[in-house]
């Protein structure tokens, strides 16, 4: 098999056979699979994956998820069922234009030295000045707090060849931050521009809060520093309340200047309640993901696959 091409898919029963048909005129005359994992959609996702199987189940394969898991655990198990020498990832919103995935093959035939391409948006267009603003504080942030770096606007549309695979499926973590570990993995990597398409049919349901909480899972996920800007602003709490401490003696003792408490107590009391419970708050990000890990649960769980071999099942 020279490529397997895996389309993670939740609620996109409008988008799901313009996808197929699109990757299927690309690749007329390749060795191909598709691999559509359905992330436990609740519409017709999963009827229409079966219509296309049904039509041509020389190229395509079904993962049914018991439940929606994320995007993220169902790139691990398509990637746990991929077969090809190159492995590809995209989106089925048709956002992501799949005559890209031809250039990325391309590319990675005549360069032999390269083990991935990874696909960056040309100029974010899509969603509101807010979540766009947001979207580079979050790489500026990320890239300040990790020790590995993350190229801005780098998305999960990409493909790699086989020891990427095996690198990534050897992460086995239930936390998972695709973007993270794609970074973190290494590899010689190629960076090329993409045109964001329109989305053919639904809604995006990667909203803002979708997006800030994945921004938090990747920050818990890959840094430990927020762990030690806990501990330097308790230190530097501690020194200041010394210093005001050293102060308030000398005033009242040494000078007999009489110091009236209640404004200053409260307003000191509710400064370091709030240092306290960022503290713990942060704290318990990262015991949280601890807790999770720890009962070793499996990153998802399938319903039913369609168009495997049996050796594979």
């Known amino acids: 098999m020279k490529l397997t091409i895996l389309v993670p898919a939740y609620n996109e029963e409008g988008n799901i056979d313009n996808i197929y048909k699109n990757i299927k005129n690309v690749f007329n005359d390749i060795n191909y699979e598709i691999i559509f994992i359905n992330d436990g959609s609740t519409d017709k996702t999963e009827k229409v994956m079966a219509s296309i199987h049904k039509r041509d189940e020389e190229h395509v394969r079904i993962i049914n998820f018991s439940r929606n898991f994320g995007k993220d655990a169902a790139i691990y198990a398509g990637l746990e069922h991929s077969t090809g020498e190159y492995t590809a990832i995209i989106d089925a919103d048709m956002e992501q234009n799949p005559k890209y995935l031809l250039e990325m093959l391309t590319f990675l035939d005549k360069n032999p030295d390269y083990d991935q391409v990874a696909m960056i948006i040309k100029k974010r267009k899509s969603g509101s000045l807010i979540k766009r603003t947001f979207a580079k504080m979050f790489y500026k942030i990320i890239n300040v707090l990790s020790d590995i770096k993350f190229t801005e606007d780098a998305s999960d549309f990409r493909m790699f060849r086989e020891n990427v695979k095996a690198a ?16 973190w993995i290494g590899f010689n ?3 090329m521009e993409y045109e964001v398409g329109k989305r053919t049919s639904g809604v995006t349901k990667f909203n803002f809060k979708a997006s800030f909480k994945y921004a938090l899972e990747g920050i818990i996920g890959f840094s430990v520093k927020p762990l030690r800007v806990a501990t330097i602003m308790g230190l530097i709490t501690s020194l200041s309340g010394f210093i005001y401490l050293i102060y308030i003696i000398v005033k009242t003792i040494i000078l007999g200047v009489d110091t009236p408490g209640f404004a200053t107590i409260v307003c000191v009391v509710l400064f370091i ?5 960022i503290s713990i708050g942060i704290l318990g990000e990262y015991l949280s993901k601890t807790f999770i890990e720890t009962k070793n649960r499996p990153i998802y769980v399938t319903k039913s696959k369609v168009g495997f071999d049996e050796e594979i099942l």
Request: glycine letters at 12%.
């Open 273 to 277: 309640g709030g240092i306290q419970l």
């Open 168 to 183: 990534i499926l050897s992460l086995s973590e239930r936390n998972r931050f695709s973007k993270g570990i794609f970074s």
């Open 189 to 191: 990597t190629k960076t």
